[in-house]
């Protein structure tokens, strides 16, 4: 295989500078559902898009506020990668029994609901907080089952509903290029960015290139191996590990 013409250490320094637009998973204004990295490369481009998937707490709901985010970051997208660029999907809408939250609030689930579509498709579900507790559903305000509630629940059986479709991600990331490494879970470092936010000197550890998932990643990248990324982290992209996300 050819060298590439970029480096791990290339790599790291975008990320980085791109601190801002790093994916915080506890982040204060988002109520964590899953999340999903995806890697591409040749010898002449690389691309990482992180995905987040959860409930905007600045939302009026209604489903408008049920997104799958998109974080890029790479030397291949147009205009660079910036916040500009950053594509928010939006997936959920009402079943055909009626509106999916209450119309007082948009952000409890209206009683009686029992379908919901994704993507167009109607889905029967069941969002008693009985039915939640058996899936492992913390609920957010007891007993009411919020919005948040609801979309974790939906995770387990309809992941590939709710996440970007590679068509999706081709209309950011160049068609030829390839697939390298596709993570459903990783260790993700914590509060990093923002750290950024409020310390010019943010320390080693709390930057992407102090993280031991992202200098693995990088390697796979500059060297096109996928087996040079061997974690020894546990996995902690789960939302029961960010607690904090969604409390601002």
């Known amino acids: 295989m050819a060298p590439a013409a970029f480096s791990a250490d290339d790599i790291l320094a975008h990320?980085?500078?791109?601190?801002?637009?790093?994916?915080?998973?506890?982040?204060?204004?988002?109520?964590?559902?899953?999340?999903?990295?995806?890697?591409?490369?040749?010898?002449?481009?690389?691309?990482?898009?992180?995905?987040?998937?959860?409930?905007?707490?600045?939302?009026?709901?209604?489903?408008?506020?049920?997104?799958?985010?998109?974080?890029?970051?790479?030397?291949?997208?147009?205009?660079?990668?910036?916040?500009?660029?950053?594509?928010?999907?939006?997936?959920?809408?009402?079943?055909?029994?009626?509106?999916?939250?209450?119309?007082?609030?948009?952000?409890?689930?209206?009683?009686?609901?029992?379908?919901?579509?994704?993507?167009?498709?109607?889905?029967?579900?069941?969002?008693?907080?009985?039915?939640?507790?058996?899936?492992?559903?913390?609920?957010?305000?007891?007993?009411?089952?919020?919005?948040?509630d609801l979309l974790r629940s939906l995770v387990p059986q309809y992941r590939d509903l709710l996440l970007a479709t590679e068509d999706e991600l081709r209309r950011w990331v160049p068609k030829d290029l390839p697939l390298i490494l596709r993570l459903d879970e990783w260790h993700h470092p914590g509060t990093l960015a923002l750290d950024a936010w409020y310390n010019p000197n943010v320390p080693p550890e709390h930057l992407p290139s102090g993280s031991k998932t992202f200098q693995m990643l990088a390697a796979v990248l500059a060297f096109g191996d996928s087996r040079l990324y061997r974690p020894a982290q546990a996995p902690n992209t789960h939302w029961s590990n960010w607690p904090y996300g969604g409390s601002g």
């Open 15 to 148: 990320l980085d500078q791109n601190i801002f637009d790093f994916p915080i998973l506890d982040n204060l204004y988002t109520y964590l559902a899953d999340a999903r990295l995806s890697a591409y490369r040749d010898e002449t481009r690389w691309a990482i898009i992180i995905e987040v998937l959860g409930v905007s707490n600045r939302f009026w709901c209604q489903h408008g506020g049920i997104h799958s985010w998109l974080h890029m970051f790479g030397n291949c997208f147009r205009n660079g990668v910036n916040r500009d660029d950053a594509l928010c999907l939006c997936m959920t809408q009402d079943g055909p029994g009626g509106p999916t939250f209450d119309e007082a609030s948009g952000w409890y689930v209206r009683d009686g609901t029992q379908t919901i579509r994704i993507r167009g498709v109607v889905l029967p579900i069941d969002p008693s907080p009985q039915a939640l507790a058996t899936k492992g559903i913390t609920l957010v305000s007891p007993p009411k089952v919020t919005a948040p």
